[in-house]
Every structure is written in C-alpha cells, then in structure tokens.
C-alpha cells in the first residue's frame, strides 16, 4: 500500500501498512487500478473529442476519480463495479472511434479482465510504487 492523498498521510507522507483513515491496501490498490482504467478512457476520448464524443464518459471520469479522492468510499465493491464500468466504457470508445496507434497503444488503453482476482493482481503492476523511482516514501 501507499496512499498520500489526504492530509491525514502517516508522517504527513504517505500510509504504507493501512490509512489512518482507515482504508485498506486492497481498496487503495483497487483505486490505483481505476486510475490506471481512468488513463485508458482518456486516450481514447482524446482520440474521439472532435467527433462529437458523448459527455457520459467525461461524467464517468469525473465521478470516478472523485471516488478515489474522497476519504468516505473505501467499499472495495464500489471501486471494483466502477473499474467494470470503466472497462466497458473504454471498450465502447475503441469500437466507436478505432483503434489508438502502436505509439498510443499503453497497456491503461488495451488491459482487460472481468476476473475481480485479475483485479488485485493488476493494481499491483499500476500502483505508485510501480512508477520507476518511486519505490520508497519522499
């Protein structure tokens, strides 16, 4: 786990064991993965956006990383079913407006599973602490 996205972080830098505000790794792990789901969404509306692109996915953007900033939605359910979501929509946007180049083809952009397992294993891979030299606390 490393989650620093309140003002309540361990040490004022970061929870590493469990939140102080009580969110599990497994619900902050999800949350990293939603954020993964979230960038692939982007690439493909950033694609789309001078085709008349719906605004649902914008909406769906918004509501889902306000889901990861808030310190009252640690239901690992609630993330689990927006990473679904977002999935989905992402999928809508690739057949609607095509497949992104190999230099725009990130793994946030083509990664699938409907495997909640495949879930926790992935949000591990995506994870801040994933990010080359970001492996320990600032």
């Known amino acids: 786990m490393f989650c620093y996205q309140c003002q309540e972080t361990a040490k004022n830098q970061a929870c590493t ?9 497994e619900t902050s792990n999800l949350q990293d993965l939603l954020v993964h789901v979230l960038k692939g969404i982007s690439l493909y509306a950033e694609k789309a956006r001078d085709k ?3 605004k649902k996915y914008g909406e769906f953007i918004t509501d889902a990383l306000f889901a990861t900033i808030t310190n ?5 359910d609630r993330i689990t079913s927006l990473i679904k979501k977002g999935l989905k929509l992402r999928e809508e946007l690739s ?3 095509g497949n992104l180049s190999t230099n725009e083809a990130h793994d946030a952009a083509t990664w699938h599973s409907d495997n909640v397992q495949d ?12 990010i080359p030299n970001e492996t320990s606390v600032p």
């Open 72 to 76: 009252v939605n640690f239901d690992s």
């Open 95 to 97: 057949q609607k407006y």
């Open 17 to 25: 064991v469990k939140g102080v505000c009580g969110k599990t790794e």
């Open 119 to 130: 879930f926790y294993k992935k949000a591990a891979e995506v994870g801040f602490l994933a």
């Open 52 to 54: 008349g692109l719906d």
